[in-house]
């Protein structure tokens, strides 16, 4: 009895201490993203500084610093940390899903879905709007709608794979391939968008698909608050029930869990959750993806800890982003999923390369 007291204390120390790690982790995610958004309110060509800000939090900024920091980078670094949160949290519940490392929720064909919707609109609706050889935009039409169209045709695209799994079975092989057959097909409507468009609205397509965080404002903040946090929440709440999955569906159902009404209620949320941020700010690539790996890699595959940190990293992640986006080439803005793809890319290269494969199985 006295060995078996100590075996248990033992456990439970090392559960603590694999706890305060965790929860250390997750403290030095929040320092960096706290540090990453000061770096970004000043930095720019315009000269607005630490002392402009602390000015502005006193009420006694210039009409000048106030415009830039209120109207302009506040709006954009919290676009950026709502976007890359909600990509990283869709790709970190989508790779748990499916049981697959290499599944992102672009495996669902949603972004192509969404950028097919944008094409609809700038082509057939006169809507959205033109890159003008600066950081500034001429707008052509109403630019609302390119979003609208956007989301709308992302709900097609997640209607497609839901009718397909109900008809085959939400198994994450009959998932994977619907999502590969709506990507095909709207690649192909993006394509035939671009055949019959004019030099200004080719020219309107080809940016929108970049993927911009300069499009952010206070109107579509509130949107995606209003979306993305309650579906953090509902994830990171069923966090146990996608852990179950991870054993197998055999061995889920042998626990009470419903499989097929679980995994698609998961795939439709982060399908949702990818077509706002889309609909909003185009296609950035590789955040869904490289973010929730580079986590796994530091707290394991399935940790509680999972959700919430990739959603801190995600949000840190895109934020970086976008601010050497706009510093590397100042006064130029490079669009953010540029940046993305070139940093995803070998990220995601040296991960495969490190056996990310054996790693997601243990």
């Not at 060995?3 to 201490?17: H, I, M």
């Not at 057959?181 to 698909?209: E, H, K, R």
């Not at 206070?218 to 608050?225: D, F, I, K, S």
Request: aromatic share 10%; hydrophobic share 55%; with cysteine.
């Amino acid at each position: 009895m006295l060995r078996l007291n100590v075996e248990r204390r033992a456990v439970a120390g090392r559960y603590r201490a694999h706890v305060h790690r965790r929860v250390a982790f997750m403290i030095v995610l929040v320092v960096l993203l706290i540090a990453a958004a000061l770096w970004a309110l000043m930095s720019g060509p315009s000269g607005v500084g630490l002392s402009d800000i602390l000015d502005l939090c006193r009420g006694e900024a210039t009409g000048l610093a106030y415009q830039i920091v209120w109207n302009i980078r506040l709006p954009r670094i919290a676009g950026a940390i709502l976007g890359g949160m909600s990509l990283a949290v869709a790709g970190a519940v989508v790779q748990l899903l499916l049981r697959n490392p290499l599944a992102s929720p672009y495996t669902l064909g949603i972004s192509n879905a969404a950028a097919f919707g944008a094409s609809f609109a700038i082509v057939v609706w006169g809507a959205g709007s033109v890159y003008g050889g600066s950081s500034d935009l001429e707008a052509i039409g109403n630019p609302y709608w390119v979003t609208v169209s956007a989301f709308l045709w992302s709900l097609v695209g997640i209607g497609i794979i839901l009718l397909l799994s109900r008809y085959k079975g939400a198994t994450p092989e009959i998932i994977i391939l619907s999502g590969i057959i709506v990507s095909s097909l709207f690649g192909a409507g993006i394509s035939a968008m671009q055949y019959f468009a004019d030099n200004v609205q080719l020219a309107s397509i080809v940016f929108w698909t970049f993927g911009d965080i300069s499009r952010a404002s206070w109107e579509n903040l509130w949107v995606l608050a209003a979306l993305s946090l309650p579906a953090t929440i509902f994830f990171i709440r069923h966090i146990w029930t996608y852990k179950a999955l991870q054993s197998g569906d055999d061995h889920a159902r042998s626990l009470g869990l419903r499989v097929q009404r679980v995994r698609l209620t998961g795939m439709v949320v982060a399908a949702l959750l990818t077509a706002v941020v889309v609909s909003f700010y185009g296609v950035i690539a590789f955040v869904g993806l490289v973010v929730p790996h580079i986590i796994r890699r530091v707290i394991g595959p399935g940790d509680r800890f999972l959700l919430p940190a990739s959603a801190i990293f995600g949000g840190f992640f895109l934020l970086i982003s976008d601010t050497l986006a706009r510093m590397l080439l100042s006064p130029v803005v490079l669009p953010v999923g540029i940046l993305t793809s070139f940093v995803g890319a070998p990220v995601f290269l040296l991960l495969l390369i490190r056996g990310l494969g054996r790693r997601y199985r243990n």
